[in-house]
């Protein structure tokens, strides 16, 4: 998707995931700021700036250019100017997250203490996004944050290492991650706020899956970071069973992040060398929904994945064995409905099994 042309331009402070700092930069081919400046075309530069981050969002879930990205978001927020709204507030905030720049957090953060006590809804979403914050905050603070991942990806050694290492200022994030949950359960208390929550919930459990990229991010931390992303998935489908709001629904791909939300917590949760008996507990409402899609060849391909982490825990090895042989009929069933995707062909192939 193009939204912008070259130009000679200077750009504005940047920050990308090959930066090791924040830094205000005016070079053409800083390899920390994109590939050179970036001029948005006339038509684009018109819109408000509502549009602008609507363009914003877009290009991120299409997997666009980084520096298109920041450009839109940094040239809505220049059309908000010193506006006071929920709108600037969470525009300022998304652009933090993505790129990875604590500064516009803060801004995000000082718009909403004004806008909190407006309305039960603005307090929600106030609290949510402050919450949001914080998680990035405590992430940007971690030492190695943005340090490269090590040439060949990291070593058995290293993963050992850091298996369980402890979290500097756990109990910080912990607490962030129950401010999160417990704004979007406000949210959800709300009649008014059903678009508001939707959104909400689909934007806080991206925000948290992209967490798992970092190269500082232990196991540990992954445990308890994605912990709070199966809470709300749960709490999210609780409630759209029983809302009396007729139709609604987060679409299938906000369902396909929190499932792979539950694939990334089960994985720590091994490595981290949790009960299995904590492990199968905390998995069972999103096995079962699988196991009751036998249809759909992503669901029998999470399914055989989680079957296959739960192997893994098990002690007792009649157990672990039936859990496999469900994993490699899941996958032989996944094959079936979907012949060509290449990551049931590379698991059937690593259990041993022929795929022709």
């Not at 081919?29 to 590939?35: K, P, T, V």
């Not at 058995?156 to 756990?170: C, Y």
């Not at 939707?198 to 500082?216: M, Q």
């Not at 369902?255 to 994985?267: G, Y």
Request: proline fraction near 3%; aromatic fraction near 6%.
């Amino acid at each position: 998707m193009k939204h912008a042309k070259s130009s000679s331009a200077p750009k504005r402070a940047r920050t990308s995931k090959e930066c090791s700092a924040d830094h205000e930069c005016s070079d053409d081919n800083c390899s920390c700021c994109g590939d050179g400046p970036v001029q948005l075309d006339d038509q684009v530069l018109s819109q408000p700036a509502h549009t602008l981050l609507a363009l914003a969002l877009e290009e991120i879930e299409s997997t666009g250019d980084r520096a298109v990205v920041i450009k839109l978001f940094e040239t809505a927020i220049e059309k908000f100017g010193n506006e006071k709204s929920l709108e600037h507030a969470w525009a300022l905030l998304r652009l933090a997250e993505y790129a990875e720049f604590m500064d516009y957090a803060e801004k995000a953060v000082l718009i909403a203490k004004e806008l909190g006590t407006a309305g039960q809804m603005e307090a929600s979403l106030c609290g949510l996004l402050e919450a949001r914050a914080q998680v990035l905050s405590f992430c940007l603070e971690q030492s190695n944050w943005r340090d490269p991942v090590p040439d060949g990806g990291d070593s058995d050694d290293d993963v050992d290492e850091d298996t369980n290492k402890p979290i500097v200022g756990e109990q910080k994030l912990v607490d962030s991650l129950a401010q999160l949950v417990a704004a979007h359960n406000a949210l959800s208390a709300l009649s008014t706020a059903v678009p508001s929550f939707i959104d909400a919930y689909r934007g806080t459990l991206t925000f948290l899956f992209a967490r798992r990229e970092a190269h500082a991010l232990t196991s540990r931390m992954l445990l308890v970071l994605f912990d709070a992303a199966v809470t709300l998935a749960y709490e999210h489908e609780g409630w759209l069973a029983t809302s009396s709001t007729a139709g609604i629904d987060s679409g299938d791909d906000t369902r396909k992040i929190a499932h792979q939300a539950a694939l990334v917590w089960a994985m720590a949760a091994a490595e981290c060398s949790v009960d299995s008996a904590v492990v199968e507990a905390r998995l069972e409402p999103i096995v079962k929904y699988l196991a009751s899609q036998p249809n759909d060849a992503e669901c029998c391909k999470l399914y055989a994945q989680l079957l296959l982490v739960l192997c893994g825990c098990y002690e007792d090895e009649e157990k672990a064995m039936d859990a496999y042989d469900l994993a490699s009929s899941k996958l032989a069933q996944a094959h079936k409905l979907s012949p060509n995707d290449p990551e049931i062909k590379s698991q059937l192939a690593d259990m041993g099994q022929s795929f022709d």
